[in-house]
């Protein structure tokens, strides 16, 4: 499985930006997917998830309430819509791809996008 995340750029606080993970290779399995992300100097942290057919959806609390995450299975395409962004939240956004959700969650995914920056200013 191959992971290609995109949509980051460099956005002034209160605005909204839309990553995009787009999945290729094994297509036959139903991948839970997963958004993580790394600020400088800080681990990588969960952001948010979302079941393999979207009727399970988790977010981070403090993205919660402005980070949706949604997923088009026919373009094998997840998305992390982001408003209300703040400087906090700038980081190196990854998406994950993995066939146990709680796995998935706990950063413990089979399968890692290469990342995509953003840079929210204030």
């Known amino acids: 499985v191959q992971l290609q995340a995109s949509g980051g750029g460099l956005v002034q606080a209160g605005d909204s930006l839309t990553l995009s993970c787009a999945r290729s290779?094994?297509?036959?399995?139903?991948?839970?997917m997963g958004w993580f992300r790394q600020a400088p100097g800080k681990e990588r942290e969960f952001v948010g998830a979302v079941s393999w057919n979207g009727d399970s959806l988790y977010y981070a609390d403090s993205v919660k309430g402005r980070f949706t995450i949604s997923r088009d299975n026919a373009k094998n395409t997840v998305y992390l819509h982001m408003n209300s962004l703040k400087s906090e939240d700038t980081a190196v956004y990854y998406c994950a791809a993995g066939t146990s959700y709680p796995r998935l969650v706990k950063g413990e995914s089979a399968y890692w996008g290469q990342g995509t920056q953003v840079t929210v200013s204030s």
């Open positions: 290779g094994r297509t036959f399995v139903n991948w839970h």
